[in-house]
């Protein structure tokens, strides 16, 4: 009876290289115990682990609120989005609100929701950066709708229309001096007979 020794490490990565292409990196080709080792040894369970593991499902929700401000300037509106999404916004632990105002004379941003008269100054210097002499001097050629036109539409552009706010264990997560302001860069904005201004918030987060 002839006895085989189980061929060392280096004489099976000798057969590897005189095996023929065809052959050589076929597992069936190799030595069982050879093609065994050759495996990851946490392959099989992370996936088993990931299996075990539902995906989480995102949630989305959308909601359209109207506001006119009661004159031109900076007003705070984080009482009003809240409301609007208080029922929704509970149910998520995590997750981002985009919000988007639908008008380009009128703007979106976040600043200081104590003190009133930052509010004041922001209007001061956002009059002072475009003022409305512009519309006078030629600087500006769009001025059919009056003289606060041009500005509203540069003032809009300069602050933005979109706010991406984050979500965290079901509310908004501003900072504590942080508040939403709707800037409303038109004269004719005013209750009753201004511009009424839509704002979209659309929320995704998940529990």
Not at 177 to 189: K, S
Request: proline share 6%; aromatic share 6%.
């Amino acid at each position: 009876m002839v006895h085989f020794r189980s061929p060392s490490k280096a004489h099976r990565l000798f057969l590897l290289v005189l095996l023929p292409a065809s052959l050589a990196f076929s597992p069936a080709a190799l030595p069982i115990h050879s093609f065994v080792s050759a495996q990851p040894t946490s392959t099989s369970t992370s996936l088993c682990s990931a299996s075990n593991t539902a995906p989480a499902i995102p949630m989305w929700a959308q909601h359209e609120i109207s506001i006119t401000a009661p004159s031109r300037g900076c007003h705070l509106i984080t009482s009003e989005v809240n409301k609007a999404i208080q029922k929704d916004i509970a149910s998520m632990k995590i997750g981002m609100a985009n919000l988007f105002i639908q008008h380009t004379s009128a703007s979106l941003t976040i600043n200081e929701n104590a003190d009133p008269d930052v509010r004041r100054d922001m209007e001061v210097a956002l009059n002072k950066i475009c003022p409305g002499q512009w519309t006078k001097d030629g600087t500006f050629h769009h001025t059919m709708e009056g003289e606060d036109d041009m500005p509203g539409h540069v003032k809009s552009s300069l602050m933005g229309v979109s706010l991406n706010i984050p979500i965290k264990n079901g509310r908004l997560a501003l900072g504590t001096w942080q508040g939403i302001y709707l800037n409303e860069h038109r004269d004719q904005g005013g209750w009753g007979g201004g511009h009424t201004r839509r704002i979209i918030i659309t929320l995704q987060g998940q529990s």
